[in-house]
């Protein structure tokens, strides 16, 4: 009758033992030291702005100011006060507010239609038969068209390094409806020449947003915002905007994705950086304690943990040219590289709640990653419908399946479809539209 009850209290027994060791191995005592790579990482501290920084300027541009120069000047001296005593080098959102406005261009904002290029073939178009139906004579609108001229003419970018997850960031909203607005302006004007060096500045300061950007919002803004440039140099090539020698002109200028600005690794670093800084606030606010008491989280291990898990493989997988990384999502091994890295096995005891957060905090990166890839195919596309243009007495199908402009993904020739005059390639990130008319 007492073995039933001698095998509760031994399992009782071996439960409460359990649980101490759980909490020993638990203890600050036993954390982990961070990797030295982590450590390099979280210790990243804040330089100062240069003059020529467009990020003082992306900040000021949607202010009240008239000049540009002098309104990043003045945002450029903050934030660079603030590097020098306190070591941060971004608004807070007081800060924020005080000294940057996102209100003053809802007028002219809502007169023009917003559309996005990565999604929407005629966007361009739009835009361009807007602006052409109503001309622009909004004095706000007038003096924002000079300061975006002012603003492609920077040539240097470094942003904030020190950001948290509550930390205000650029309004690039207004910055995107009026960079669509300045091409529509310039492409109306009816000066081939002049549209086409302002595209190609245009285009040539996004290209080094996308290269010199590390924030993730700084890559995909620049990602639509080449895409715009693509459609509407396509708009125009399509409308015979361009002569012969100004079409060769535009394929010398309009330049291939180089290997920096596909290979993103530094933006999963700060991405990683970041979150740090989110797991430290949760542990010093106590919210990972249960009852109060005991966490069961280390600090460092979780650190190193999410170093591995995310940072690792997708730095490694921002490296693979187009076709290695179309291979990769059609392989097994998608889907497998971020497994749920919680599993209960006598390891799981170190750190639970460190690897049960981990399950939950690996976004889809690999969606971003697309978009970049689909970015070099569409520069491409623009490519081969350059060449089109260029051989308009050649049938289509016989240049698109002789042109050395491939499928970036394939290595085949881009595809035609005759029944809408169009060349197209299928986008890797479904939510974009791959695709240019002729």
């Known amino acids: 009758m007492h073995k039933p009850k001698r095998a509760f209290m031994y399992l009782i027994g071996f439960a409460v033992l359990l649980l101490v060791f759980t909490l020993v191995i638990n203890l600050p005592a036993f954390d982990e030291d961070l990797m030295p790579e982590v450590a390099a990482i979280k210790n990243i501290k804040a330089t100062p702005y240069g003059a020529n920084n467009a990020y003082p300027a992306l900040l000021a541009i949607n202010g009240p100011g008239t000049d540009l120069k002098i309104s990043a000047d003045k945002v ?65 609108l007038t003096t924002q068209l ?70 993730l919002i700084t890559k995909m803004v620049a990602v639509a915002s080449i895409t715009d440039g693509l459609r509407g140099l396509s708009e125009a090539i399509k409308a015979h905007h361009f002569s012969p020698v100004q079409l060769i002109e535009l394929q010398n200028n309009i330049n291939r994705l180089n290997l920096q600005e596909v290979a993103i690794g530094r ?53 693979l040219d187009s076709s290695g990384f179309y291979q990769y999502l059609n392989s097994d091994e998608f889907g497998q590289e971020f497994e749920h890295p919680f599993s209960w096995s006598p390891a799981s005891l170190y750190n639970p709640t460190g690897k049960v957060l981990m399950s939950y905090t690996v976004p889809a990166y690999t969606d971003y990653l697309a978009r970049i890839h689909d970015l070099g195919g569409m520069i491409v596309l623009l490519k081969l419908q350059i ?36 060349i197209y390639f299928t986008c890797l990130d479904k939510t974009s539209v791959c695709e240019l008319g002729l």
């Open 387 to 422: 060449e089109l243009a260029l051989n308009q007495e050649k049938p289509v199908k016989n240049v698109v399946l002789n042109s050395e402009f491939l499928n970036p993904y394939t290595s085949e020739p881009m595809s035609y479809n005759a029944a809408t005059d169009s």
């Open 267 to 319: 933006v999963f670093e700060f991405e990683f950086k970041y979150g740090i800084k989110v797991f430290e606030a949760a542990e010093s606010s106590g919210e990972m304690k249960y009852f109060g008491l005991f966490d069961f989280f280390q600090l460092n291990a979780t650190h190193n943990m999410a170093y591995q898990l995310t940072a690792v493989p997708m730095k490694h997988l921002s490296k």
């Open 76 to 140: 450029r001296t903050m934030l660079n006060l603030k590097i020098s005593q306190m070591g941060l080098d971004y608004f807070d959102q007081q800060e924020y507010d005080q000294h940057i406005r996102n209100d003053l261009d809802v007028t002219w904002q809502e007169k023009y239609p917003s559309c996005h290029s990565r999604r929407e073939r005629a966007c361009m178009s739009k835009v361009f038969t807007a602006v052409r139906e109503q001309p622009i004579v909004d004095e706000r």
């Open 146 to 215: 000079q300061k975006y001229h002012d603003l492609i003419a920077l040539d240097e970018y470094s942003e904030a390094t020190q950001l948290d997850i509550q930390a205000p960031l650029i309004a690039f909203g207004p910055v995107m409806a009026l960079k669509r607005i300045f091409l529509a302006n310039s492409y109306i004007s009816d000066n081939s020449q002049d549209f086409l060096s302002d595209v190609i500045d245009d285009m040539n300061y996004w290209h080094m947003m996308l290269n010199k950007g590390h924030l």
